[in-house]
């Protein structure tokens, strides 16, 4: 049987939503083993001038406990 954990993750990017989603699950990946997904549980940009200067996601991470 195994375990799994979700713990809440937050990032950020200037180049886009999806790089904002990859920079989140790869920092993740360096310190958690056994990542099965993720759930994207909010999307915010910050504005500059009425232009978008970044992307944020606040995301669950669930990863399967050895």
């Known amino acids: 049987m195994a375990v799994a954990k979700v713990i809440e993750v937050t990032s950020g990017s200037k180049k886009g939503l999806q790089d904002a989603i990859e920079s989140g699950l790869s920092k993740a990946s360096d310190s958690l083993e056994n990542i099965e997904g993720a759930w994207i549980q909010d999307i915010k940009v910050t ?8 992307w944020r996601v606040n995301m669950k991470v669930t990863f399967v406990l050895n």
Do not use: S, V, W
Request: aromatic share 0%; with cysteine.
């Open 47 to 54: 504005c500059d001038n009425g232009k978008i200067a970044e």
